[in-house]
């Protein structure tokens, strides 16, 4: 077991709040829901948790957060990077607790993004505004889905990715949505139906494209001597990454690589694993190229053969080489904003056993022992990759 400091870190409680369709609750709400429900599946009360890691919410954040949930931190973290933040901030308290600095963190998220969109209190994000570098892309109306599009066609063009590789990613996200019963979205879609479905961004169809939905999510993270008072069996943070690299389109050096070829490889090199040994990836998804792209740039597969990778139902739980996004992803089953904190709460339910009808199994039968959660914040501005084992 590869150690992180002094000390050894794990994961000793996850869970999500209610998700899908929650028209009766604030984020704050969600935040208490999935905070309360992660410390009861680590078996600890509140009054042990000194760290706690949030983003997104409150013009103090984490303060507000915290003061809402009736904590005094003595570590604090609201670094915001998208999409990406849950899984550096993880890396950021598995330091801390390493360290010494920290002994349980609370890692937490909640967001009504659906809720808010239906009640008119808010409208669909197009654009993140048109200030610093923003100002030179913004009037060309590049909106955030449309850089998504314009990397997806680079690939295209450079590698021969075809639209119905495209749609075998969502088509499999939601194969694995119909084994999740919390799954927002679970009726199978074949490849037809994702390509008829209306234009969003060229080439990006509906169902190319993420849900929105509410919900919140939360895990606790303890050093190692808090593994035996806990309620669940540890998994451990065996190795991070992270990375930043550009916010401009034209500081992207290349539209066919995303921060994860960077984050992925330090992350499995601080674990002391490859790849190959990965029995399943929870990769953020908030379009189809993401998980595609991504899968590449971990190591999965080389560059440009991501395709021919996911074309053969290899991300499927059922019968899939190495299962992705088990839970049925952001394509199917919730994505409430920054999706980042309920990779990590898949991949942990995962490794303990309990995902039920959609559980992932070694070849042998037995349960999973690795898995490799990665997000990406942007327009594959930031990436962050954090390896786990039982």
Same mark, same amino acid.
């Given at each position: 077991?590869?150690?992180?400091?002094?000390?050894?870190?794990?994961?000793?409680?996850?869970?999500?709040?209610?998700?899908?369709?929650?028209?009766?609750?604030?984020?704050?709400?969600?935040?208490?829901?999935?905070?309360?429900?992660?410390?009861?599946?680590?078996?600890?009360?509140?009054?042990?948790?000194?760290?706690?890691?949030?983003?997104?919410?409150?013009?103090?954040?984490?303060?507000?957060?915290?003061?809402?949930?009736?904590?005094?931190?003595?570590?604090?973290?609201?670094?915001?990077?998208?999409?990406?933040?849950?899984?550096?901030?993880?890396?950021?308290?598995?330091?801390?607790?390493?360290?010494?600095?920290?002994?349980?963190?609370?890692?937490?998220?909640?967001?009504?993004?659906?809720?808010?969109?239906?009640?008119?209190?808010?409208? $669909?994000? =197009?654009? *993140?505004?048109?200030? !610093?570098?923003?100002?030179? /892309?913004?009037?060309?109306?590049?909106?955030?889905? %449309?850089?998504?599009?314009?990397?997806?066609?680079?690939?295209?063009?450079?590698?021969?990715?075809?639209?119905?590789?495209?749609?075998?990613?969502?088509?499999?996200?939601?194969?694995?949505?119909?084994?999740?019963?919390?799954?927002?979205?679970?009726?199978?879609?074949?490849?037809?139906?994702?390509?008829?479905?209306?234009?969003?961004?060229?080439?990006?169809?509906?169902?190319?494209?993420?849900?929105?939905?509410?919900?919140?999510?939360?895990?606790?993270?303890?050093?190692?001597?808090?593994?035996?008072?806990?309620?669940?069996?540890?998994?451990?943070?065996?190795?991070?990454?992270?990375?930043?690299?550009?916010?401009?389109?034209?500081?992207?050096?290349?539209?066919?690589?995303?921060?994860?070829?960077?984050? $992925?490889? =330090?992350? *499995?090199?601080?674990? !002391?694993?490859?790849?190959? /040994?990965?029995?399943?990836?929870?990769?953020?998804? %908030?379009?189809?190229?993401?998980?595609?792209?991504?899968?590449?740039?971990?190591?999965?597969?080389?560059?440009?053969?991501?395709?021919?990778?996911?074309?053969?139902?290899?991300?499927?739980?059922?019968?899939?080489?190495?299962?992705?996004?088990?839970?049925?992803?952001?394509?199917?089953?919730?994505?409430?904003?920054?999706?980042?904190?309920?990779?990590?709460?898949?991949?942990?339910?995962?490794?303990?056993?309990?995902?039920?009808?959609?559980?992932?199994?070694?070849?042998?039968?037995?349960?999973?022992?690795?898995?490799?959660?990665?997000?990406?914040?942007?327009?594959?501005?930031?990436?962050?990759?954090?390896?786990?084992?039982?």
């Amino acid at each position: 077991m590869t150690r992180r400091g002094n000390r050894k870190v794990a994961v000793v409680g996850a869970s999500l709040s209610d998700c899908g369709r929650v028209d009766d609750a604030t984020p704050y709400t969600l935040h208490a829901q999935a905070a309360r429900r992660a410390l009861s599946d680590a078996g600890l009360e509140h009054t042990r948790v000194d760290g706690l890691a949030s983003a997104g919410l409150g013009t103090l954040a984490p303060a507000e957060v915290a003061e809402y949930l009736g904590l005094r931190p003595t570590w604090v973290d609201s670094t915001s990077v998208g999409g990406s933040t849950w899984e550096v901030m993880a890396a950021h308290a598995a330091e801390a607790i390493a360290a010494g600095h920290a002994e349980v963190v609370l890692l937490v998220y909640g967001s009504t993004a659906r809720a808010d969109i239906r009640a008119g209190r808010r409208t $669909g994000t =197009l654009s *993140f505004g048109n200030r !610093g570098p923003l100002q030179f /892309e913004a009037p060309y109306g590049h909106t955030l889905i %449309a850089k998504y599009a314009m990397a997806a066609r680079r690939h295209m063009h450079e590698y021969g990715t075809t639209i119905e590789q495209l749609a075998e990613v969502a088509v499999q996200a939601r194969a694995n949505a119909a084994l999740n019963p919390e799954a927002m979205f679970r009726s199978p879609v074949t490849v037809d139906e994702v390509l008829s479905g209306p234009v969003i961004a060229d080439p990006f169809t509906k169902l190319h494209c993420c849900i929105r939905s509410d919900g919140g999510a939360a895990v606790v993270l303890a050093a190692e001597e808090y593994v035996r008072d806990c309620r669940r069996p540890p998994v451990w943070i065996l190795g991070t990454g992270e990375h930043v690299s550009h916010t401009a389109m034209s500081e992207w050096p290349d539209f066919t690589v995303s921060p994860a070829a960077v984050s $992925g490889r =330090l992350a *499995f090199e601080r674990a !002391g694993v490859r790849p190959a /040994e990965i029995d399943f990836a929870e990769i953020y998804d %908030a379009f189809t190229y993401m998980t595609l792209v991504t899968l590449e740039d971990l190591g999965f597969c080389g560059k440009g053969e991501g395709g021919a990778f996911v074309e053969k139902g290899r991300l499927r739980v059922a019968g899939g080489e190495l299962p992705v996004n088990t839970d049925g992803g952001g394509l199917s089953a919730q994505h409430p904003g920054m999706r980042g904190l309920f990779l990590l709460v898949e991949a942990v339910r995962q490794l303990r056993g309990e995902g039920g009808e959609r559980q992932v199994r070694r070849p042998d039968g037995e349960l999973p022992r690795l898995a490799v959660a990665s997000g990406t914040g942007g327009w594959f501005c930031s990436s962050g990759t954090v390896v786990l084992g039982r």
